[in-house]
Structure formats: structure tokens, C-alpha cells
């Protein structure tokens, strides 16, 4: 069975893209109640800020912000509204 922190590095893509340590993540999902989606939303979020393209002479690299942010938002939880309105069908139904 997965551990928490297992799941969490698979969600952050840890083996292809390292940037936390196992003591960063365990905070991370401390710091997040143990929700591994809300600590993965963080993750993304801080791999994100980090992540500059870097210009040396002709080398450049680039950046991945975009793709952090839109990891992350798949992470997201969706607010629910339990909207109940005061309107009536005409049908009467």
C-alpha cells in the first residue's frame, strides 16, 4: 500500500523533476491537514514560483511555470454552492 508521501511525490513528479525533500513533503502534507490533494495544489503551486528559464549566452532553457499551474489546478478542490433559488417553474413542476 502507497504511503501518504509516496502518493505526494508521484502527484509532484518528484522522479522526473526533484525539487522537494522527503522532510519538505512531510511538511507539506502537515502543514495541509494530511490531504494529499491540497498539499500536491501547494506543491505545484511552489514548483511553479521557482521554476525561471535561464538565459547563459546562446543556452537558454524554459520555463515550465505554465505547466505547474496547470497540474496544480487539476488539484484543485472545486467549491461547491448549494444555491437554492425562490423561482418556480411556470409548468408548475
Not at 502543514?31 to 521557482?50: F, L, V
Amino acid at each position: 500500500m502507497d504511503t501518504s508521501l509516496n502518493i505526494l511525490k508521484f502527484n509532484l513528479q518528484e522522479r522526473q523533476f526533484p525539487y522537494f525533500s522527503d522532510e519538505e513533503l512531510e511538511m507539506l502534507l502537515k502543514n495541509n491537514n494530511s490531504d494529499i490533494k491540497k498539499a500536491s495544489y501547494q506543491g505545484c503551486i511552489m514548483k511553479a514560483q521557482a521554476d525561471d528559464g535561464i538565459n547563459l549566452g546562446p543556452l537558454k532553457t524554459e520555463s515550465n511555470r505554465s505547466y505547474w499551474l496547470t497540474l496544480a489546478n487539476s488539484f484543485k478542490t472545486k467549491e461547491a454552492y448549494n444555491y437554492n433559488t425562490s423561482l418556480k417553474r411556470v409548468d408548475g413542476q
